[in-house]
Protein backbone atom coordinates (compact mmCIF):
# COMPACT_ATOMS: atom_id res chain seq x y z
CA UNK A 1 0.00 0.00 0.00
CA UNK A 2 1.28 3.78 -0.75
CA UNK A 3 0.69 5.72 2.17
CA UNK A 4 -0.10 9.46 1.28
CA UNK A 5 -0.40 11.77 4.29
CA UNK A 6 -3.00 13.76 4.13
CA UNK A 7 -2.47 16.55 6.97
CA UNK A 8 -0.76 19.40 4.92
CA UNK A 9 -4.57 20.33 3.79
CA UNK A 10 -5.28 24.03 4.84
CA UNK A 11 -9.00 21.83 5.63
CA UNK A 12 -7.03 21.47 9.25
CA UNK A 13 -7.31 24.74 11.12
CA UNK A 14 -3.43 25.17 11.89
CA UNK A 15 -1.76 23.76 8.40
CA UNK A 16 -4.56 26.67 7.10
CA UNK A 17 -3.35 29.45 9.44
CA UNK A 18 0.50 28.45 9.04
CA UNK A 19 -0.24 28.78 5.40
CA UNK A 20 -1.57 32.20 5.54
CA UNK A 21 1.12 33.26 7.77
CA UNK A 22 4.17 31.58 5.59
CA UNK A 23 4.62 29.81 9.18
CA UNK A 24 7.49 27.66 8.16
CA UNK A 25 7.82 25.59 11.40
CA UNK A 26 3.75 24.47 11.48
CA UNK A 27 4.28 22.58 8.06
CA UNK A 28 7.96 21.14 8.32
CA UNK A 29 6.45 19.62 11.77
CA UNK A 30 3.43 18.03 10.31
CA UNK A 31 5.83 16.86 7.15
CA UNK A 32 8.20 15.39 9.63
CA UNK A 33 5.49 13.69 11.98
CA UNK A 34 3.87 11.74 9.18
CA UNK A 35 7.05 10.85 7.67
CA UNK A 36 7.77 9.79 10.99
CA UNK A 37 4.54 7.41 10.99
CA UNK A 38 5.41 5.89 7.47
CA UNK A 39 4.01 8.49 4.70
CA UNK A 40 5.20 7.62 1.52
CA UNK A 41 3.73 10.60 -0.46
CA UNK A 42 3.10 13.69 0.74
CA UNK A 43 -0.36 15.28 -0.49
CA UNK A 44 -0.36 19.13 -0.55
CA UNK A 45 -3.37 21.27 -0.39
CA UNK A 46 -3.74 24.87 0.30
CA UNK A 47 -7.36 24.57 0.88
CA UNK A 48 -10.04 27.52 0.87
CA UNK A 49 -8.05 30.00 3.18
CA UNK A 50 -5.61 30.41 0.95
CA UNK A 51 -6.42 33.57 -1.32
CA UNK A 52 -3.84 33.54 -3.55
CA UNK A 53 -3.49 29.85 -4.51
CA UNK A 54 -1.07 29.32 -6.98
CA UNK A 55 1.75 31.76 -4.68
CA UNK A 56 0.63 29.46 -1.93
CA UNK A 57 1.30 26.19 -3.03
CA UNK A 58 4.63 27.41 -4.24
CA UNK A 59 5.50 28.12 -0.43
CA UNK A 60 4.42 24.99 0.36
CA UNK A 61 5.82 22.86 -1.74
CA UNK A 62 9.37 24.52 -1.48
CA UNK A 63 9.04 24.54 2.13
CA UNK A 64 8.15 20.59 2.21
CA UNK A 65 11.04 19.70 -0.18
CA UNK A 66 13.23 22.05 2.16
CA UNK A 67 13.23 19.06 4.53
CA UNK A 68 12.18 15.89 2.46
CA UNK A 69 12.59 14.37 -0.49
CA UNK A 70 9.45 11.97 -0.55
CA UNK A 71 7.13 12.45 -3.64
CA UNK A 72 4.71 15.48 -3.23
CA UNK A 73 0.80 14.84 -4.06
CA UNK A 74 -0.02 18.40 -5.58
CA UNK A 75 -3.77 18.76 -4.74
CA UNK A 76 -5.73 20.88 -6.36
CA UNK A 77 -8.47 21.20 -8.80
CA UNK A 78 -7.18 24.48 -10.59
CA UNK A 79 -4.38 23.08 -13.33
CA UNK A 80 -2.21 26.76 -12.64
CA UNK A 81 -2.12 25.63 -8.96
CA UNK A 82 -0.67 22.04 -10.24
CA UNK A 83 1.83 23.88 -12.24
CA UNK A 84 3.05 25.48 -9.82
CA UNK A 85 3.29 23.42 -7.21
CA UNK A 86 5.18 20.92 -9.69
CA UNK A 87 7.72 23.39 -10.75
CA UNK A 88 8.16 23.90 -6.97
CA UNK A 89 8.46 20.59 -6.09
CA UNK A 90 11.19 19.94 -8.32
CA UNK A 91 11.41 15.82 -9.91
CA UNK A 92 9.42 14.23 -7.41
CA UNK A 93 5.60 14.88 -7.93
CA UNK A 94 2.56 13.80 -8.66
CA UNK A 95 -0.17 15.67 -10.19
CA UNK A 96 -3.88 14.86 -7.95
CA UNK A 97 -6.28 15.30 -9.77
CA UNK A 98 -7.44 15.42 -13.40
CA UNK A 99 -11.57 14.14 -13.65
CA UNK A 100 -12.51 12.86 -16.86
CA UNK A 101 -13.72 15.84 -18.50
CA UNK A 102 -12.69 16.03 -21.87
CA UNK A 103 -11.55 19.80 -21.11
CA UNK A 104 -9.37 18.51 -17.84
CA UNK A 105 -8.02 16.08 -19.87
CA UNK A 106 -6.48 18.21 -22.60
CA UNK A 107 -4.87 20.52 -20.41
CA UNK A 108 -3.42 17.85 -17.75
CA UNK A 109 -2.34 14.97 -19.41
CA UNK A 110 0.23 17.22 -21.53
CA UNK A 111 1.19 18.13 -17.81
CA UNK A 112 1.85 14.73 -16.71
CA UNK A 113 3.36 14.25 -19.88
CA UNK A 114 5.82 17.39 -19.59
CA UNK A 115 7.00 15.84 -16.20
CA UNK A 116 6.66 12.80 -16.46
CA UNK A 117 4.96 12.12 -13.35
CA UNK A 118 1.69 10.14 -12.14
CA UNK A 119 -1.19 11.70 -12.82
CA UNK A 120 -4.50 10.92 -9.93
CA UNK A 121 -7.69 10.56 -12.08
CA UNK A 122 -11.53 10.99 -10.37
CA UNK A 123 -14.21 9.54 -12.23
CA UNK A 124 -15.89 12.35 -12.61
CA UNK A 125 -17.45 13.93 -15.51
CA UNK A 126 -19.43 16.70 -17.33
CA UNK A 127 -22.19 14.83 -15.72
CA UNK A 128 -20.74 14.82 -11.71
CA UNK A 129 -19.98 11.19 -10.14
CA UNK A 130 -21.34 8.35 -11.29
CA UNK A 131 -23.97 6.52 -9.35
CA UNK A 132 -22.55 2.96 -10.04
CA UNK A 133 -19.78 1.31 -10.28
CA UNK A 134 -20.16 0.42 -13.67
CA UNK A 135 -20.34 4.43 -14.44
CA UNK A 136 -16.80 5.07 -12.26
CA UNK A 137 -15.39 2.46 -14.74
CA UNK A 138 -16.50 4.16 -17.66
CA UNK A 139 -14.63 7.30 -16.74
CA UNK A 140 -11.45 5.64 -15.37
CA UNK A 141 -11.46 4.13 -19.31
CA UNK A 142 -11.71 7.47 -20.55
CA UNK A 143 -8.87 8.72 -18.14
CA UNK A 144 -6.39 5.56 -18.95
CA UNK A 145 -6.84 6.04 -22.88
CA UNK A 146 -6.32 9.84 -22.94
CA UNK A 147 -3.17 9.17 -21.15
CA UNK A 148 -2.23 6.82 -23.67
CA UNK A 149 -2.77 9.39 -26.22
CA UNK A 150 -0.76 11.73 -24.83
CA UNK A 151 2.01 9.32 -23.60
CA UNK A 152 1.89 8.83 -20.28
CA UNK A 153 2.30 5.68 -19.02
CA UNK A 154 -0.54 2.86 -17.46
CA UNK A 155 1.02 2.98 -14.21
CA UNK A 156 1.47 6.96 -13.77
CA UNK A 157 -2.24 6.49 -14.10
CA UNK A 158 -3.98 6.16 -10.46
CA UNK A 159 -7.52 5.87 -10.48
CA UNK A 160 -9.38 7.07 -7.91
CA UNK A 161 -13.12 6.16 -8.09
CA UNK A 162 -14.56 8.77 -5.79
CA UNK A 163 -15.47 8.04 -1.98
CA UNK A 164 -18.06 10.23 -0.78
CA UNK A 165 -19.64 10.39 2.98
CA UNK A 166 -21.43 7.54 3.83
CA UNK A 167 -23.77 10.05 5.74
CA UNK A 168 -25.08 11.24 1.97
CA UNK A 169 -24.44 8.31 -0.18
CA UNK A 170 -24.50 5.25 1.26
CA UNK A 171 -25.36 3.51 -1.90
CA UNK A 172 -21.76 4.54 -3.49
CA UNK A 173 -19.56 2.78 -0.78
CA UNK A 174 -19.93 -0.92 -2.13
CA UNK A 175 -20.31 0.65 -5.58
CA UNK A 176 -16.60 1.70 -5.07
CA UNK A 177 -15.23 -1.38 -3.70
CA UNK A 178 -16.12 -2.92 -6.98
CA UNK A 179 -15.00 -0.06 -9.72
CA UNK A 180 -11.85 -0.35 -7.59
CA UNK A 181 -12.03 -4.15 -8.93
CA UNK A 182 -13.09 -3.16 -12.20
CA UNK A 183 -9.88 -0.76 -12.53
CA UNK A 184 -7.67 -3.66 -12.44
CA UNK A 185 -9.07 -5.32 -15.76
CA UNK A 186 -8.92 -2.09 -17.78
CA UNK A 187 -5.45 -2.24 -18.83
CA UNK A 188 -2.29 -4.15 -18.72
CA UNK A 189 -0.13 -2.84 -16.69
CA UNK A 190 -3.72 -1.97 -15.06
CA UNK A 191 -3.64 1.43 -13.37
CA UNK A 192 -3.32 1.43 -9.78
CA UNK A 193 -6.06 2.56 -7.99
CA UNK A 194 -6.50 5.19 -5.02
CA UNK A 195 -8.52 6.92 -2.97
CA UNK A 196 -9.16 10.36 -0.18
CA UNK A 197 -10.29 7.80 2.65
CA UNK A 198 -11.55 10.10 5.05
CA UNK A 199 -13.85 11.60 2.81
CA UNK A 200 -16.23 8.61 3.44
CA UNK A 201 -16.18 9.34 6.94
CA UNK A 202 -17.50 13.07 6.98
CA UNK A 203 -20.14 14.24 9.32
CA UNK A 204 -19.96 10.99 11.50
CA UNK A 205 -19.86 10.25 14.60
CA UNK A 206 -17.26 7.59 15.01
CA UNK A 207 -14.73 8.34 12.18
CA UNK A 208 -11.93 6.65 13.13
CA UNK A 209 -13.61 3.64 12.74
CA UNK A 210 -15.49 4.22 9.90
CA UNK A 211 -12.50 4.94 8.12
CA UNK A 212 -10.08 1.73 9.15
CA UNK A 213 -13.36 -0.23 8.30
CA UNK A 214 -13.39 0.65 5.03
CA UNK A 215 -9.78 1.10 4.29
CA UNK A 216 -9.67 -3.00 4.87
CA UNK A 217 -12.59 -3.29 2.29
CA UNK A 218 -11.22 -1.38 0.34
CA UNK A 219 -7.65 -3.57 0.66
CA UNK A 220 -9.42 -6.56 0.27
CA UNK A 221 -10.86 -5.19 -3.18
CA UNK A 222 -7.48 -4.46 -4.45
CA UNK A 223 -6.83 -1.08 -3.61
CA UNK A 224 -2.93 0.03 -4.20
CA UNK A 225 -2.73 3.62 -2.18
CA UNK A 226 -4.96 6.11 0.06
CA UNK A 227 -4.42 9.63 1.10
CA UNK A 228 -5.33 8.88 4.53
CA UNK A 229 -3.95 9.92 8.66
CA UNK A 230 -1.08 8.64 9.24
CA UNK A 231 -1.04 9.84 12.47
CA UNK A 232 -4.38 7.54 13.55
CA UNK A 233 -1.96 4.62 14.55
CA UNK A 234 -5.29 2.23 14.94
CA UNK A 235 -5.73 3.20 11.16
CA UNK A 236 -2.15 2.22 10.20
CA UNK A 237 -2.50 -0.95 12.22
CA UNK A 238 -5.40 -1.95 10.25
CA UNK A 239 -3.98 -1.60 6.83
CA UNK A 240 -0.42 -3.11 7.83
CA UNK A 241 -2.96 -6.17 8.95
CA UNK A 242 -5.43 -6.61 5.84
CA UNK A 243 -1.87 -6.03 3.57
CA UNK A 244 -0.88 -9.32 5.50
CA UNK A 245 -4.38 -10.96 5.18
CA UNK A 246 -4.09 -10.30 1.59
CA UNK A 247 -0.68 -12.14 1.00
CA UNK A 248 0.74 -8.78 -0.04
CA UNK A 249 3.09 -9.02 2.85
CA UNK A 250 4.96 -11.49 4.19
CA UNK A 251 3.96 -12.64 8.09
CA UNK A 252 6.09 -12.98 11.31
CA UNK A 253 4.63 -12.84 14.43
CA UNK A 254 5.80 -9.10 15.34
CA UNK A 255 4.18 -7.88 12.35
CA UNK A 256 3.45 -4.82 13.19
CA UNK A 257 6.58 -3.78 14.38
CA UNK A 258 8.37 -5.39 11.38
CA UNK A 259 6.13 -3.36 9.46
CA UNK A 260 7.18 0.05 10.30
CA UNK A 261 11.09 -0.46 10.78
N1 LIG B 1 -9.27 12.17 -3.72
C1 LIG B 1 -8.11 12.76 -4.07
N2 LIG B 1 -7.58 13.78 -3.37
C2 LIG B 1 -8.23 14.26 -2.29
C3 LIG B 1 -9.43 13.68 -1.88
C4 LIG B 1 -9.96 12.61 -2.63
N3 LIG B 1 -7.70 15.29 -1.59
C5 LIG B 1 -8.43 15.91 -0.50
C6 LIG B 1 -9.30 14.90 0.21
N4 LIG B 1 -10.06 14.15 -0.74
C7 LIG B 1 -8.44 13.97 1.04
N5 LIG B 1 -7.89 14.63 2.17
C8 LIG B 1 -8.67 14.90 3.30
C9 LIG B 1 -8.11 15.65 4.30
C10 LIG B 1 -8.85 15.94 5.43
C11 LIG B 1 -10.16 15.49 5.56
C12 LIG B 1 -10.71 14.73 4.56
C13 LIG B 1 -9.96 14.42 3.43
C14 LIG B 1 -10.97 15.81 6.74
N6 LIG B 1 -10.68 16.90 7.43
C15 LIG B 1 -11.38 17.31 8.61
C16 LIG B 1 -12.85 17.62 8.29
O1 LIG B 1 -13.14 18.15 7.22
O2 LIG B 1 -13.71 17.30 9.10
C17 LIG B 1 -10.74 18.55 9.18
C18 LIG B 1 -11.02 18.64 10.62
C19 LIG B 1 -9.99 19.47 11.37
O3 LIG B 1 -9.96 20.69 11.16
O4 LIG B 1 -9.25 18.91 12.17
O5 LIG B 1 -11.91 15.11 7.04
O6 LIG B 1 -11.03 12.04 -2.33
N7 LIG B 1 -7.46 12.27 -5.14
Redesign the pocket.
Known amino acids: MIL ?1 G ?2 L ?1 G ?4 V ?1 AAIVAQDEAVIVEVAQLQIAKGANIL ?1 L ?1 VGPSAEDAVAAMRWLAETTRKVTDLPL ?1 I ?1 SPKPAVLRAGLEAAGANALI ?2 TTGEEEKLAELMPLASEYGCPI ?1 G ?1 TIDENGVPRDAAGRTEVALKIVASAMEHGVLPENV ?1 I ?1 P ?2 LPISCTQNHQPEVLKAIAECKLLSDPSPKT ?6 V ?3 TQY ?1 PLVNRTYLVMAIASGLDGA ?3 PLDDDLVDAMITAELLMNNTVYCDDFLKAYRT
Open positions: IERNMFKRGDNADNSILWDVIILGLSNSQGRIMD
